[in-house]
């Protein structure tokens, strides 16, 4: 993207974080006295001040200037997907809207430390704070702090979204397949509503836009670089996922695991190449590679129990180029998956010994190789869940939280949920494309080449960030600093 591009990007989204504190739609002053009664309230009789806390956010979260603000942003970050540890634009354009907003935050986070592996040296992630003591710069280390989370990278996807040629992606070959772009600008739209609440606001809340979430272990780095023990301390941390799989409005979790533990591997089977004419003077490694997998598909049918969740996938498979060549090797690729680390490493283990076995019964030699960190799985903790879960009911369209199933899919929020207890939620988007809503259709699958954002899900998201960490932060604050999440109501 040359220089008039990325200035036209910044000209699309300067200014319309700022007119979201001018909206005259929205009473700041009445919202400031609510959220500052909310927190003075009891614990056990402030119904009627919850009640109003979530009737000012939902219409901040609505208004006319709110909408302007995260559909330009959204579709700014949609034109201009990246990768992995390289975000250049995807950073600048959330600092940009940071320094609009006058909210302090540090940059350099997330560096890539396998950049054997993954290219570019990482250092794209943003962490930034909105609180009272951060806007008086007073020493702030004994405050309650939470985490909301955002990931920012795309997919190496090519587009084929229909009906978005105003937004498309810019460059081929990658996309936001995934929906970050829609969790940043969610992220970025409860920043620009805190902080009007922002003198308010007892304790610290954490914003995090976490670059390498598709593979890289983003999260893991930043959790190292010290993301929960920076002062204040981190006490609780939430995420979300845009899920098209469930209608627009609708909010979804589960106690426990809700995302699989995941492992990516590349195997490489080693024979002795020549004419294919000849095949009795080779090693023929693709016939190797066709049993292995087979044979990995028994490891979760036969090995484990029915009742514990697994699964290994082969995704990809190359050797040879030619019509009468039998190649000397070939390679697969593909990834591992359950619910519980254990499991993971328990298949780590039996897909070892299944391509040593294979390879050696067909005369091969074999190597095996593993991402640099595998993912554990997303786990909700158990006593965060029945307390937060109230909140999402206050966002849900529906007014409640639905129950759903685990998902073998992966997702690095699991490294922070290990450090502190957390709570991950889907976002039902998959509604769009009709009448009520709009096209394009919502309601392909995430990593799909036509997958599209429900920008209806946006204001929705916006809501459930800015109901999280004031309520979250109340309860701090109310219970002395701990959280009694058995006796406290929203």
Known sequence: MDKVEQDDEKTSVRGAAAKVAQSE??????????????????????????????????????????????????????????????????????????????????????????????????????????????????????????ILRADMDALPIKEATRNIDSFKSKTSGKMHACGHDGHVTMLLGAAALLKQVESEIEGTIRLVFQPAEEGGAGMKRMVEEGLVTLQPTADLAFGMHVWPTLPTGVIASRPGPIMAAAEMFTIELHGKGGHAAMPHLTIDPIVAASSLVVNLQSIVSRTISPLESGVISVT?????????????????????????????????????EMVKNTATLHGCNSTILYSPDFYPPTV???????????????VSREGKVRDTAPTMGGEDFGFLAEAIPSMFFFVGQGSGGDEKYHIPRTDFGLHHP???????????????????????????????QRIDLETSEF
């Open 25 to 146: 739609e929205t009473d700041f002053a009445s919202l400031s006295s609510t959220v500052a009664s909310f927190f003075q309230s009891q614990l056990d009789s402030d119904l009627d001040m919850s009640t109003s806390l979530k009737e000012n956010i939902y219409a901040m979260s609505n208004t006319k200037e709110m909408h302007d603000f995260l559909s330009a942003t959204r579709r700014s970050l949609h034109r201009n997907p990246e990768l992995m540890y390289e975000l250049p634009h995807t950073s600048e354009t959330i600092t940009t809207i940071l320094d609009e907003l006058q909210i302090p935050y540090s940059t350099g986070w997330a560096k890539n430390t396998h950049q054997d592996v993954y290219p570019g040296p990482g250092g794209y992630g943003i962490v930034a704070h909105i609180g009272k003591n951060v806007a008086d710069n007073n020493n702030n280390d004994k405050d309650s702090c939470i």
């Open 316 to 352: 990809a498979i190359s050797a040879g180029d030619a019509f009468n060549v039998i190649p000397a090797s070939a390679v697969l690729k593909g990834t591992m998956r359950a619910l519980s680390t254990d499991m993971l490493m328990s298949l780590r283990d039996k897909v070892g």
């Open 450 to 480: 036509s997958f599209a954002l429900d920008e209806e899900v946006l204001p929705i998201g916006v809501e459930l960030h800015a109901n999280l960490a004031l309520r979250s932060l109340k309860k701090l604050f109310g219970n002395d």
């Open 380 to 394: 909700n903790d158990a006593e965060l869940f029945d307390w937060s879960t109230s909140v999402g009911a206050l």
